[in-house]
């Protein structure tokens, strides 16, 4: 049965005109800030969730997440599910190393986080068929939507992203659930979800609007440079330098001074509690909280290096400030375009050095650090932590699976069977779910779609998956078609 979420912001986003732009939320610290750009971003608390209180393991646990978004599709069969026993074009070159549970092994990529897997959980059976999502951009629209879409453009990938896409879950997430803190609810970091010239397609909040958008945190510098979290600005957060607290606070006051004298328009908004809103984009800027949670020089030189010195490790400690000041969801996308050289996961070809000197170590530094301290600080009981990618990679190395050329040193793009974390948030500590076959081809046993992750987030945070939203045509659309695997809680 539908649920309505109430006070459903979708219904009116036909009309593009009431639209705010992306220029008009962004822009926090200039003129932007004494509008209702903000303000607008905060009205998420007037959405509260009706999907109500199904209950069951790790039901309503999670007030935060962290998603770490491996987009590229790493092999799992190179990480934390090596297979023996199998043809060479199969095994693994890398040597398969014991872990702090009995009888798991991942590979000698992850020596860290082969400590601590007593602490998450890991889903060794994702998979799903793909019907057309052997290309990345379709498999992370997916993947951050729950939904599949039929616009392909004639290279095989998808458009670039439209105001009538599904929305990104987090997106959701915040509109159901906003916090109550002055706090930008929802931000996305280092760079954008990207297949070649297709930027952000399953990042935004599509048919729910651009209120609803994450805040984007995309430093300047290119892929490889490893110290760009180094040189983050966040001007929009910022108090220009003519302007003090006190300058806000009187230029609220003259706002009330005009507001009165012009009835028709507070009668047109009396139910939308402007005022409130207002101020608490005043709260966001002049606080300094925000512009704190970016300042990584607070944090001592210990613990910056126990992340790694790179764009993905500060990524996840910047994304544990986040959380700790206030923010509801991260997402830390991996920081290499798919499609691409180097440290990126979509490993077609030099397999083998590129994620033994590249890939993987950063990897395993930051997750690690970002679960043990989560973990230490006492967060990790309130904060849901899920690393995964749009697929996993092919058991026989050198083949085509997806139309492209592979060495034998590389793995071609594999949605039937592919590894998943969850950590947090009343997820099971030190639990494997699901098991693949002898050659991590397939599940064979508690096989778990994309979209039933997706229900289980929603599940975690108290949210009914089957919730439902009203899309641009005004038609009722559920939150994700799945439903919570919930022997994945405990």
Not at 8 to 13: E, F, I, M, Q, R
Not at 275 to 285: C, F, G, N, R, S
Not at 406 to 425: E, F, I, K, L, Q
């Amino acid at each position: 049965m539908w649920r309505i979420a109430s006070n459903c912001a979708a219904k009116d986003l036909c009309d593009k005109h009431l639209q705010p732009t992306r220029r008009d939320v962004l822009r926090v610290g200039a003129s932007g800030l004494f509008g209702m750009s903000l303000s607008s971003l905060l009205a998420l608390k007037s959405h509260a969730s009706e999907s109500g209180n199904h209950g069951g393991p790790g039901w309503g646990k999670a007030k935060s997440i962290i998603l770490c978004y491996l987009q590229g599709g790493p092999s799992h069969l190179d990480l934390w599910d090596p297979k023996e026993d199998v043809p060479d074009n199969v095994k693994s070159v890398f040597k398969p190393i014991s872990t702090k549970i009995p009888g798991v092994k991942f590979t000698e990529n992850l020596p860290r986080l082969a400590t601590i897997n007593d602490r998450f959980t890991m889903i060794r059976s994702m998979s799903y068929s793909p019907n057309g999502l052997f290309n990345h951009t379709a498999a992370i629209y997916q993947m951050m939507t729950g939904y599949t879409t039929d616009k392909v453009s004639p290279s095989g990938q998808l458009e670039p992203p439209s105001p009538k896409d599904f929305p990104n879950f987090g997106s959701n997430i915040v509109r159901l659930q906003p916090s109550s803190e002055a706090m930008l609810p929802f931000v996305m970091l280092p760079r954008p979800l990207q297949e070649s010239n297709v930027v952000g397609k399953g990042g935004t909040a599509g048919f729910l609007g651009k209120a609803y958008d994450p805040y984007t945190l995309y430093p300047p510098g290119d892929d490889l440079l490893m110290s760009k979290m180094d040189s983050v600005r966040v001007d929009d957060l910022q108090l220009q330098p003519d302007v003090f607290s006190l300058r806000l606070e009187r230029r609220a006051r003259l706002r009330d001074l005009v507001d009165s004298h012009m009835p028709a328009i507070e009668k047109a908004v009396a139910g939308d509690k402007l005022d409130e809103y207002y101020q608490q984009a005043i709260d966001l800027v002049a606080s300094g909280r925000a512009r704190e949670a970016f300042d990584l020089s607070q944090e001592d030189d210990a613990e910056r290096d126990r992340y790694g010195r790179t764009t993905f490790g500060q990524s996840c400690l910047m994304a544990r400030r986040l959380v700790q000041a206030g923010t509801r969801v991260v997402e830390v996308v991996w920081p290499k375009v798919a499609n691409s050289d180097n440290h990126s996961w979509d490993q077609h070809k030099d397999l083998s050095k590129r994620m033994r000197d590249q890939s993987a170590p950063m990897f395993d530094a930051g997750l690690t650090a970002l679960i043990e301290d989560l973990d230490e600080r006492g967060m990790l009981e309130e904060t849901l932590v899920v690393a995964v990618g749009e697929f996993g990679r092919s058991p026989q190395r050198g083949v085509s699976t997806s139309g492209n050329n592979n060495s034998d040193d590389g793995r071609d793009h594999w949605p039937y069977c592919y590894t998943a974390v969850m950590a947090g948030a009343g997820s099971k500590r030190g639990y494997v779910h699901g098991k693949s076959d002898a050659t991590g081809s397939a599940p064979v046993e508690d096989p778990v779609h994309p979209t039933e992750l997706l229900a289980s987030i929603y599940h975690s945070f108290g949210i009914d998956p089957e919730t439902t939203v009203l899309n641009h045509l005004k038609q009722p659309r559920e939150l994700v078609k799945a439903k919570a695997v919930t022997s994945l809680f405990s």
